[in-house]
């Protein structure tokens, strides 16, 4: 098995609306050093995807009632409410804190929202990097959620694209040579937890390389394998 690197990759500028976040990614690999090979893995930030496709919009950090109104708009279902603490169901299908809206490294007086379609998002990233690199590469959108029943945040994916959302294990054997029944790995999800360990939440680093991934992981895939189906959810 090829040993797993993580590479953080360092040098992307701040990211504007209209920004080609492929083309920003290309420059900085070969700036710093670390140009990208066919079967790496890309793990990009929300925010910066959601700067470059013009997702911030004003919002008076002090106003709750304007901060309830913009979760409330970004929700098709509210599921709980908790003093400022909102959880609630986004377009996308992910039940999460306040629709994912973050206010965290941004302009005073904004708010990052949710990009619209994070698969489109990262189909995008994806395509440009063939274009510019001639790389085939995955890609995959993080973001930081909690999770129900544990303490604590770890990033997610919320967009995929070229590397499989979930690996059903289902039907092949374990270290005994038992039959799996139910075994369904939210490999994104761990690729970009992984991520997370070298890019951190207040580093700057936007982008990270993950390195030596199983071949066969590598498909097209969308992130709504990760999300769970309503008839499927005990807690809906």
Not at 24 to 39: N, Q, S, V
Not at 149 to 170: K, Q, S
């Amino acid at each position: 098995m090829e040993p797993l690197s993580i590479i953080p990759l360092l040098g992307i500028p701040e990211v504007r609306e209209g920004d080609d976040l492929g083309e920003l990614i290309a420059r900085a690999a070969w700036t710093a050093g670390t140009p990208l090979h066919d079967g790496d893995c890309l793990v990009v930030t929300q925010k910066v995807v959601s700067k470059a496709e013009g997702r911030i919009v004003p919002l008076d950090h002090g106003d709750p009632g304007a901060k309830r109104a913009l979760v409330e708009a970004e929700s098709v279902r509210i599921l709980r409410r908790r003093g400022d603490l909102v959880i609630s169901e986004t377009t996308h299908g992910f039940v999460c804190a306040n629709a994912g809206i973050d206010l965290s490294n941004v302009e005073d007086g904004t708010a990052a929202l949710l990009p619209v379609d994070a698969d489109r998002s990262a189909r995008r990233i994806r395509d440009a990097l063939r274009g510019v690199e001639k790389v085939d590469v995955g890609v995959i959108v993080s973001d930081t959620f909690g999770r129900a029943w544990r303490h604590g945040l770890t990033d997610v994916a919320i967009g995929v694209a070229g590397i499989a959302a979930v690996l059903d294990l289902r039907g092949t054997a374990d270290a005994r040579g038992r039959a799996l029944q139910v075994t369904e790995v939210a490999v994104a999800d761990e690729i970009a937890a992984a991520a997370e360990l070298v890019m951190g939440k207040s580093s700057g680093v936007a982008v990270a390389i993950v390195r030596g991934l199983d071949p066969a992981w590598f498909r097209e895939a969308s992130v709504r394998e990760l999300v769970r189906r309503p008839q499927d959810d005990l807690f809906r």
